[in-house]
């Protein structure tokens, strides 16, 4: 909504409304919290949540989740509208926090498959872990401060929004295959990477030494024996780093061969002596 037609446009409310509402949509950014309203106008929480509410009702605004608001196009027929861009609302309700996982892969174009499901990776602890929020659909995941490395500032209109770099997408996707849609879904990924110009095995295993999750080794050096052999210094980085007990190559898929050398139960398929398709 551009703001220089805001004022003309606002039909249905009141000159005073008309002007409160311009200048919040002036001096926001995509979204509009109870906070923003009550700083912009000068009016207590309460009085921002009771316009906002009004203004919903109205069909200006549209609620995302409670204060939380989006403005309405004014080409829309309805306020009942889809998020124009989830990253904007994943930002303005995790941060902080970084698009990852599918969702960074798609971003990168590691991946031709289409993921619905928006991957969010966040310091914060919320007790929905899978909200469907305007008919889009949010995996949340939790991470630790220091955790928060290999990302990259993207915009997003007028708003930065985090990604995760390519190789700290692979990292993640390699210490929670399911942040890759399985293993196999990671697999594809991680060849992609490796043909893709920003492949770069060192930076993985830098990575991949700062989350400090030592399943990741296992499994990378398992899979670049399988698909990359050629690089056999990055195996051994793999194998040098690898921590006591067992781990499983994806722990949503059963486990009936234990590779003694990644201490990696895999799959049956997965221990035949052959590259994958």
């Given at each position: 909504m551009h703001s220089g037609y805001i004022m003309e446009s606002i039909a249905g409310l009141g000159k005073a409304d008309r002007e409160r509402l311009s200048a919040i949509l002036r001096g926001t950014k995509g979204t509009v919290s109870v906070k923003d309203a009550a700083e912009i106008l000068g009016v207590s929480s309460v009085t921002a949540s009771k316009m906002l509410s009004r203004w919903s009702k109205k069909g200006w605004l549209s609620r995302v989740r409670q204060g939380l608001?989006?403005?309405?196009?004014?080409?829309?027929?309805?306020?009942?509208?889809?998020?124009?861009?989830?990253?904007?609302?994943?930002?303005?309700?995790?941060?902080?926090?970084?698009?990852?996982?599918?969702?960074?892969?798609?971003?990168?174009?590691?991946?031709?498959?289409?993921?619905?499901?928006?991957?969010?990776?966040?310091?914060?602890?919320?007790?929905?872990?899978?909200?469907?929020?305007?008919?889009t659909d949010f995996l949340v995941r939790t991470v630790s401060e220091k955790a928060m490395f290999g990302l990259k500032p993207v915009w997003r209109g007028q708003v930065k929004v985090s990604v995760s770099e390519p190789a700290r997408t692979l990292v993640d996707m390699l210490s929670v295959p399911s942040l890759g849609g399985g293993i196999r879904s990671t697999v594809d990924i991680l060849n992609n990477y490796l043909r893709s110009e920003t492949g770069n095995l060192g930076l993985l295993i830098e990575y991949a030494d700062r989350l400090g999750n030592g399943s990741v080794f296992k499994r990378l050096g398992f899979l670049l024996e399988r698909i990359a052999s050629e690089n056999s210094l990055f195996i051994d980085a793999c194998r040098e780093r690898m921590t006591a007990g067992n781990a499983k190559l994806d722990p949503k898929l059963g486990a009936d061969r234990l590779i003694t050398r990644w201490r990696l139960w895999v799959p049956l398929g997965w221990a035949e002596e052959r590259p994958l398709d």
């Open positions: 608001y989006i403005p309405v196009p004014l080409e829309s027929r309805t306020a009942d509208i889809p998020l124009e861009d989830p990253w904007l609302v994943a930002e303005r309700l995790y941060s902080p926090c970084y698009i990852g996982g599918w969702s960074a892969a798609e971003y990168w174009d590691l991946t031709e498959q289409i993921f619905r499901t928006v991957i969010v990776l966040t310091t914060q602890k919320p007790r929905d872990r899978k909200p469907r929020i305007k008919e």
